[in-house]
T-cell receptor, first 114, second 117 residues
Framework: NAGVTQTPKFQVLKTGQSMTLQCAQD?????MSWYRQDPGMGLRLIHY???????DQGEVPNGYNVSRSTTEDFPLRLLSAAPSQTSVYFC?????????????FGPGTRLTVL | QQQVKQSPQSLIVQKGGISIINCAYE??????FPWYQQFPGKGPALLIA?????SEKKEGRFTISFNKSAKQFSLHIMDSQPGDSATYFC????????????????FGKGTKLSVKP
């Protein structure tokens, strides 16, 4: 199993540009999520999905869209990039939203918005 | 409102020493408390986790101590090694559907641990 994969690893955008961060998992996990990591801020939940066709907002959803058309994929879209969205983005997945399930993280995408 | 408070922000320990990282939470609905370890350039990975029905869990050199009444939990790394140098995050989640957030992990801000040889 490849686990959780993310592409690209690095990306530089100009203010106002849009892009999609890709995330895929091959563990047949129902629950997937996106976090952003900023220095001194820990990991903050952007959006999450409890299954195909179901998404919901996390702590910091503004400026981001998600969709979940398949169990495997959970892309994150930046609609109009802003410098405040410069961050490292992590996708994670777990079996379901039940308690005690380990969340598996991808390797991250480092995004810089100029 | 920060729901999980982690301290210290950074920690320097000599090889062979004990590293201690503390976390405090506010929401009594939390019932799962994992610790994640993150090396530079990598994603976080689960290190050890505890449920509130026990006061301590040990896995090798890593121990979680849990104090339900004080709403605090801590990670102890015994015989710390240079290879333990990483950023550690505590987290919490609830199995009950409080605010529709069942299963969502709330992370502390992280502790950067450096173990000196």
């Amino acid at each position: 199993n490849a686990g959780v994969t993310q592409t690209p690893k690095f990306q530089v955008l100009k203010t106002g540009q849009s892009m999609t961060l890709q995330c895929a998992q091959d563990m047949n996990h129902e629950y997937m999520s996106w976090y952003r990591q900023d220095p001194g801020m820990g990991l903050r939940l952007i959006h999450y999905s409890v299954g195909a066709g179901i998404t919901d907002q996390g702590e910091v959803p503004n400026g981001y869209n998600v969709s979940r058309s398949t169990t495997e994929d959970f892309p994150l879209r930046l609609l109009s990039a802003a410098p405040s969205q410069t961050s490292v983005y992590f996708c994670a997945s777990t079996l379901d939203r039940g308690t005690y399930n380990e969340q598996f993280f991808g390797p991250g995408t480092r995004l810089t918005v100029l | 409102q920060q729901q999980v408070k982690q301290s210290p922000q950074s920690l320097i320990v000599q090889k062979g020493g004990i590293s201690i990282i503390n976390c405090a939470y506010e929401n009594t609905a939390f019932d799962y408390f994992p610790w994640y370890q993150q090396f530079p350039g990598k994603g976080p990975a689960l290190l050890i986790a505890i449920r509130p029905d026990v006061s301590e869990k040990k896995e090798g050199r890593f121990t979680i101590s849990f104090n339900k009444s004080a709403k605090q939990f801590s990670l102890h790394i015994m015989d710390s090694q240079p290879g333990d140098s990483a950023t550690y995050f505590c987290a919490a989640s609830s199995g009950s559907n409080y605010g529709g957030s069942q299963g969502n992990l709330i992370f502390g801000k992280g502790t950067k641990l450096s173990v000196k040889p």
